[in-house]
């Protein structure tokens, strides 16, 4: 089950990394570079879900005291991750760099909080330290091109990022 895990998690990086490739060498570069920041964003949710679908289908854990840990973080990495994209609704939500910032550094936190929760129960040997601090880079670059884009843009950006928002746990 592992292996088959592993293996979709590869596929997903090469797909991403083949499709940016393509989209760059069509010389779409600026709109290349945020796609490829929002696809890593869509990597990191479906890794996000597929541990919640893990603890959640898995009867030795349910009703257990590591389930309802494990669905509280989910629920809180998912409200921050949605406030994040929310802001790119609200002209005054992301008003400021700063501002912004702490949204992201919220949403990398509590999806890191969740994700080295629930991994290390079913990857023998996982530290949890594998997740840095990339969705913290990636949200200052979508945000930068969020604030000096256009109108058409900007909507354009807003639906892309609908694609990152989380499902709830009870739809997974």
């Given amino acids: 089950m592992h292996s088959n895990i592993f293996r979709g998690r590869v596929t997903?990086?090469?797909?991403?990394?083949?499709i940016s490739s393509i989209w760059s060498s069509l010389g779409f570069g600026q709109i290349s570079d945020l796609s490829n920041q929002i696809g890593q964003l869509t990597y990191w949710k479906s890794k996000a879900e597929q541990w919640a679908k893990q603890i959640k289908h898995d009867p030795?854990?349910?009703?257990?005291?590591?389930?309802?840990?494990?669905?509280?973080?989910?629920?809180?990495a998912k409200s921050?991750?949605?406030?994040?994209?929310?802001?790119?609704?609200?002209a005054l939500a992301i008003s400021s760099e700063t501002e912004n910032k702490k949204t992201i550094v919220d949403m990398e936190n509590k999806s890191k909080e969740f994700v080295n929760y629930v991994r290390p129960m079913?990857?023998?040997?996982?530290?949890?330290?594998?997740?840095?601090?990339?969705?913290?880079?990636?949200?200052?670059?979508?945000?930068?091109?969020?604030?000096s884009a256009n109108e058409h843009r900007k909507k354009e950006i807003k639906d892309e990022l609908e694609n990152v928002r989380w499902k709830s746990f009870n739809d997974i």
């Fill in 12 to 18: 997903m990086l090469l797909l991403v990394l083949l």
């Fill in 60 to 76: 030795t854990k349910k009703d257990t005291d590591e389930y309802y840990k494990a669905l509280d973080l989910y629920i809180e």
């Fill in 80 to 90: 921050a991750t949605d406030a994040w994209i929310n802001g790119f609704s609200s």
């Fill in 122 to 147: 079913y990857v023998r040997g996982f530290s949890g330290k594998e997740i840095g601090e990339f969705v913290i880079s990636i949200g200052m670059t979508i945000f930068k091109e969020y604030i």
